[in-house]
């Protein structure tokens, strides 16, 4: 079955103690991103990736690190977490990059709390 | 830079009924694609439509329906004789091809939507 798999799905965690939510794809799609949804805000992309090795920031990166070592996985590192970073998280992917056509396939959510 | 915006925060109908989601975009591209995603209470995202922006024709999907509308950028939602189960938060996105050509997704803030029985 197709899938983006994240984990964890629910975290609480304490500010500063680095964390990591992991992404991964079996559908051997290039373009990976992660987004946050915030209530009144809707989601908004904070980093992508157009294939191995290849990371860009999105609209809000600050206090997130990502790498991309292999195709199917897409980490999501917050080196020092602040409570300002408690969100659901969602990471998609798509076959390729730069051309819309394919929809993005998304996780399930990773419900992060940072006291 | 680009811009989705769904004025309504928060639609209440009951049942049956028909109802329509908002959807106003911006952007510079003359390519460009639109989507809207549905976001049931159990929280995932569920892709509903895609549509590019060369294509203007209206689409129907069972009790779904959507309206692209170039001149007034616009890409509206209908359901038709609503029913409990479509209580959702409702997203719609647009996708611009960025100078890198990675197509991020910019996410208006959501209409949630509340079917009454």
């Known amino acids: 079955e197709a899938q983006v798999t994240q984990n964890p799905r629910y975290l609480i965690t304490v500010t500063g103690k680095k964390l990591t939510v992991t992404c991964s794809q079996n559908?051997?799609?290039?373009?990976m991103s992660w987004y946050r949804q915030d209530p009144g805000l809707g989601l908004r992309q904070i980093y992508y990736?157009?294939?191995?090795?290849?990371?860009d920031k999105g609209d809000v990166p600050e206090g997130y690190k990502v790498s991309r070592k292999e195709k199917r996985n897409f980490p999501l590192i917050l080196e020092s977490p602040s409570p300002n970073q408690t969100s659901l998280y969602f990471c998609?992917?798509?076959?390729?990059?730069?051309?819309?056509?394919?929809?993005?396939?998304f996780g399930d959510g990773t419900r992060l709390s940072i006291l | 830079a680009q811009k989705v915006t769904q004025a309504q925060t928060e639609i209440s109908v009951v049942e049956k009924e028909d109802v329509t989601l908002d959807c106003v975009y911006e952007?510079?591209?003359?390519?460009?694609?639109l989507f809207w995603y549905k976001q049931p209470p159990s929280g995932e995202l569920v892709f509903l439509i895609r549509?590019?922006?060369?294509?203007?024709q209206n689409e129907i999907s069972g009790r779904y329906s959507w309206n692209f509308q170039k001149s007034t950028s616009s890409f509206n939602f209908t359901i038709t004789a609503s029913q409990v189960v479509d209580s959702a938060v409702y997203f719609c996105?647009?996708?611009?091809?960025?100078?890198?050509?990675?197509?991020?997704?910019?996410f208006g803030k959501g209409t949630h939507l509340i079917i009454q029985p």
């Open positions: 990736s157009m294939n191995v090795e290849v990371t």
């Open positions: 549509r590019n922006s060369f294509d203007e």
């Open positions: 998609a992917s798509s076959l390729s990059a730069g051309t819309g056509w394919e929809p993005q396939h």
């Open positions: 952007t510079r591209d003359t390519t460009y694609y």
């Open positions: 996105a647009l996708s611009e091809v960025r100078g890198g050509g990675a197509d991020g997704l910019t």
């Open positions: 559908m051997n799609h290039e373009y």
